[in-house]
């Protein structure tokens, strides 16, 4: 498939190739960014968390590890390994690196990386992913609520939730690290929860209608978009918790998955792609979109290849295919990915569809794009 070829170019030049990306430098470096890091968080800056301890930086260096699995080929696990060395020191996340614990599960979806960079449960990468475990499921137990499925709110600086408690977004950045080291750890009782929680997002932000999942919402309502990244997390999220269930929570996953994926393929644009509004025309405000394509070709692939999603006659494949082909002909121009929506909040009002937002080479589509190149490599064609 050239398109396979066109895709390795870009993730090699932008990553393990690149003479400006280099993780030992950036990561030390309170200035320094990676180019793919459109947020520039920094102290210097006045921003008060994240830096390079963030989740754009973590989904491209989860691809890179995917691709590792995928070719064998070490230098995509020494350049990940680099970043997630540079993270750590003493057990804890390091001072510059912008973790907290006190603003919400953003903070989290790097350490779904620690333990697969861990050389033994005395390493800084396995006891940091001990601390970070700890913050959430004890320091911050305080910001989850029986009324929304034992889940967290997205947020919580300065002990305030966000209009919309649950996002879509938050499941991505905390649930699949949960799932881990509890799995690792032998925490039934954790991942009881975590499947309680899946459960809850299903029922209450699920359009009934047409079976497709609201952006964010809580006990009191919705927030009525189905933004087509949130979405994409969604699913990335439920395919990579599923990893560590077992018996009726694997079951009962396996099958809002396939309903799930059922449901999106009737908006996938003759194009192979999503649009950003999933449920809305295409328009110069609504395109395209990058990474939600490239989240939904990663999750659907993932489920064939663990035998969760059946595709016997080969449809599911053959629209993931479509997608993938149709993000690297018509959003990979000139060795730059284009269209990744920048970033929209459940407000509740429609910041979805702003011109300025459509981004290049953004590490909220790089990351999925490298993980939907990874997972085509697995899959079999």
């Known amino acids: 498939m050239e398109q396979l070829k066109k895709a390795k170019a870009y993730i090699d030049a932008l990553t393990v190739d690149s003479p400006v990306n280099i993780p030992e430098k950036i990561v030390p470096d309170p ?15 006045g921003q008060p968390y994240l830096y390079q301890w963030s989740y754009y930086n973590g989904v491209v260096f989860e691809g890179l590890k995917y691709v590792w699995e995928a070719t064998g080929e070490k230098r995509y696990w020494d ?28 903070c989290y ?44 709110w997205h947020s919580w600086a300065k002990g305030k939730a966000p209009k919309y408690k649950v996002w879509l977004d938050g499941l991505y950045m905390g649930q699949p690290f949960l799932a881990e080291f509890a799995a690792r750890i032998g925490d039934q009782e954790q991942l009881d929860k975590i499947a309680a929680r899946f459960a809850w997002v299903r029922a209450h932000l699920r359009c009934p209608q047409n079976g497709i999942f609201y952006h964010a919402g809580d006990d009191q309502g919705v927030c009525a978009f189905f933004w087509t990244r949130a979405i994409g997390w969604y699913a990335m999220a439920q395919v990579n918790v599923m990893d560590y269930m077992k018996g009726a929570h694997l079951e009962d996953m396996k099958a809002g998955f396939k309903d799930f994926v059922d449901c999106m393929l009737v ?37 064939i290849e663990k035998g969760w999603l059946d595709d016997t006659d080969g449809h599911y494949r053959a629209a993931c295919r479509k ?17 990744t929506y920048f970033k ?26 490298i993980m939907a190149y990874a997972q085509m490599l697995k899959t079999k064609w």
């Open 323 to 339: 997608a993938f082909a149709g993000v690297v002909d018509q959003k990979l121009i000139d060795g730059r990915l284009i269209d």
């Open 109 to 152: 979806k790097t350490a779904a990386l620690l333990l697969s960079f861990s050389d033994g449960e005395q390493s800084d990468c396995y006891l940091t992913a001990k601390k970070l475990y700890d913050d959430l499921t004890q320091v911050n137990a305080c910001y989850t609520e029986p009324g929304i499925g034992g889940n967290y």
């Open 79 to 106: 350049y990940g390994n680099a970043y997630m060395q540079a993270l750590t020191k003493g057990g804890a996340p390091v001072e510059t690196a912008g973790y907290v614990p006190y603003h919400g599960l953003d």
């Open 267 to 303: 908006y996938q644009d003759q194009s192979g792609l999503w649009a950003n509004l999933l449920d809305q025309p295409v328009t110069p405000t609504n395109r395209l979109e990058t990474s939600g394509t490239s989240m939904m070709v990663y999750s659907t692939l993932k489920a």
């Open 31 to 45: 200035d320094g960014f990676f180019t793919w890091d459109n947020e520039k968080r920094s102290k210097n800056n």
């Open 344 to 369: 929209a909040s459940a407000n509740g009002q429609n910041n979805y569809e702003v011109p300025a937002d459509y981004l290049t080479d953004e590490g909220k589509g790089v990351g999925p794009f």
